[in-house]
């Protein structure tokens, strides 16, 4: 079972950009952005196959943008004019998600 560990989050004002990176322990294959916002379901926001094709929660399309590095098993998410909606503890894992793979996630918060 791969495991991943995020890091890069922080807070900062509406309009930054923080970059969150993600380092998986074995081969990744179709893998994606989750967050969870407090009293809310976890959700994808940002995917990617193995080939590179993306898909993106309508929220955040235009402003994240995801790419991976298979050589480094690692996982990226640029997050471009922050809002305060995006706050939130954001994990990587796989597509659909593997019950076993959640790391500890990173906290993103976002403040006017």
């Known amino acids: 079972q791969v495991r991943f560990v995020e890091s890069g989050g922080g807070s900062v004002q509406s309009g930054g950009s923080l970059r969150l990176s993600c380092v998986a322990s074995?081969?990744?294959?179709?893998v994606a952005w989750y967050r969870q916002a407090p009293g809310k379901q976890r959700i994808s926001v940002a995917l990617?196959?193995?080939?590179?094709?993306?898909n993106y929660a309508d929220s955040v399309r235009g402003r994240f943008t995801i790419s991976r590095d298979d050589a480094r098993n690692m996982l990226f998410l640029q997050m471009d004019n922050l809002k305060p909606e995006d706050t939130a503890v954001y994990y990587c894992?796989?597509?659909?998600?593997?019950?076993?793979?959640w790391g500890q996630g990173t906290q993103v918060t976002v403040f006017s």
């Open positions: 990617i196959s193995k080939t590179g094709n993306t």
């Open positions: 894992n796989e597509v659909p998600w593997a019950s076993d793979s």
């Open positions: 074995g081969t990744m294959f179709g």
